[in-house]
Structures are given as structure tokens and as C-alpha cells.
């Protein structure tokens, strides 16, 4: 069955950087566009990114634009979002989901937590 | 601010039915494809309707959706205690080639 473990989550002070990590599994993954959410404390479901299935197209929310980048290596099946310059806002459960063709996430991960603070 | 906009929150009864809205543009809903998901905190959100009125397998029929002019529902019936949850829509958004959820819904099972 489709598996998405997102890891990497953690404690960092504000202006600082983290890398998020999706291990796919139970699927070709290579054949999906992926997808990077996240619900902060309090708040509903933030769509962030998306990226394709080659890696050569993706785009970003207004949010985190030009702070956070998507990236995907289909030979270890796994998707990843490095996020720098990171503020308090950012604080939030992260979660990788699988895009399909007509923009539905049909399966997603855990989430990890991603807190900044000083 | 989405531009697609939910109920913070809807309740009934155990076995009654709820339905939740996600409006917008009636050009906006009109044009696009809906999907609705359900959340329970603390576990990974499951889609629970794609492309307006479609079930993934698994999903009972109790959950149906539906779409009107500028509106989308989703319906539950047969309440039961575990449909407790965060209820959010979500579409693409082709001028922006980016996903759109709505703000969510609470759905209380009184």
C-alpha cells in the first residue's frame, strides 16, 4: 500500500534552516507530481508546493516563495523541502501528499512538526 | 483569505445527516474540480471525494458530494461519534498553478 513518512521536523530559532525529507513507498513514485502542505496550531490545511514528476516543474504558495525550495530524487523515492529564513509563522505540522492529474491529494503522510522559536 | 469559503463548523445528531459548503466564484467552482478531505488531529488527512462526486475506494456512501453553480457540498449521512473532524475542500487552481483549500469546517456530532 502507499506509504509517505515525512521526517526531519524539529526545534529551530527563527532565520534559520531545515530540511524535510518524504520516503515514498508502495508506489512508482516517480510517475506522481508530489505536493507540500501544512497546518499550523490552530489554523487549516496551507498548501505550499508542488513538483513534478521529472523535477523540473514546481511552483510555491506566495508564503513561502523565495524562502522555501521543493526538490525530489526518484531514485531514493523521496521528496524533500528544504525551508530557510524560517519565521515563528512557519511553525506548523508539515505533510507530503501525492498530487494527481486533476489536483487532488489522494494519499498523504504523518506530517512533521516544524517549530521556530527562540 | 481562500477563495474558497467554508462554515467554521456544522453539527447533528448521531444518525442524522450534515452537509458542508465550500462556495466561491461561480466561474471558480464551476471551472474546477473539487475534492474534500477529512482531518482528525494528530493523524494524516484522507480524501475522502475527487473530481466533485467521486468516492476512493474505501470511502462509505454515506459521504457523497455534490456541486451547484458557485457551491460545493459535501454530505455525511448517518452521523456517527467518529466522523468528529476537520472537514476542508480543495481545488487546483489553474491561473495560479496552485492547490486551494477552503478555511475548514468542524463537524460536531452533538
Known amino acids: 500500500q502507499v506509504q509517505l513518512v515525512e521526517s526531519g521536523g524539529g526545534l529551530v530559532k527563527p532565520g534559520g534552516s531545515l530540511r524535510l525529507s518524504c520516503a515514498a513507498s508502495g508506489f512508482t513514485f516517480s510517475d506522481y507530481y508530489m505536493s507540500w502542505i501544512r497546518q499550523a496550531p490552530g489554523k487549516g490545511l496551507e498548501w505550499l508546493s508542488y513538483i513534478s514528476t521529472s523535477g523540473t516543474t514546481m511552483n510555491y504558495a506566495d508564503s513561502v516563495k523565495g524562502r522555501f525550495t521543493i526538490s525530489r530524487d526518484n531514485a531514493k523515492n523521496s521528496l524533500y523541502l528544504q525551508m530557510n529564513s524560517l519565521r515563528a509563522e512557519d511553525t506548523a505540522v508539515y505533510y507530503c501528499a501525492r498530487l494527481r492529474s486533476t489536483g487532488y491529494q489522494d494519499d498523504w503522510g504523518q506530517g512533521t512538526l516544524v517549530t521556530v522559536s527562540s | 483569505q481562500s477563495v474558497l469559503t467554508q462554515p467554521p463548523s456544522v453539527s447533528a445528531a448521531p444518525g442524522q445527516k450534515v452537509t458542508i459548503s465550500c462556495s466561491g466564484s461561480s466561474s471558480y467552482i464551476g471551472n474546477n474540480l473539487l475534492s474534500w478531505y477529512q482531518h482528525l488531529p494528530g493523524t494524516a488527512p484522507k480524501l475522502l471525494i475527487y473530481?466533485?462526486?467521486k468516492r476512493p475506494s474505501g470511502i462509505p456512501d454515506r459521504f457523497s458530494g455534490s456541486k451547484s453553480g458557485s457551491s460545493a457540498t459535501l454530505g455525511i449521512t448517518g452521523l456517527q461519534t467518529g466522523d468528529e473532524a476537520d472537514y476542508y475542500c480543495g481545488t487546483w487552481d489553474t491561473s495560479l498553478s496552485a492547490v486551494v483549500f477552503g478555511g475548514g469546517t468542524k463537524v460536531t456530532v452533538l
Open positions: 473530481d466533485n462526486n
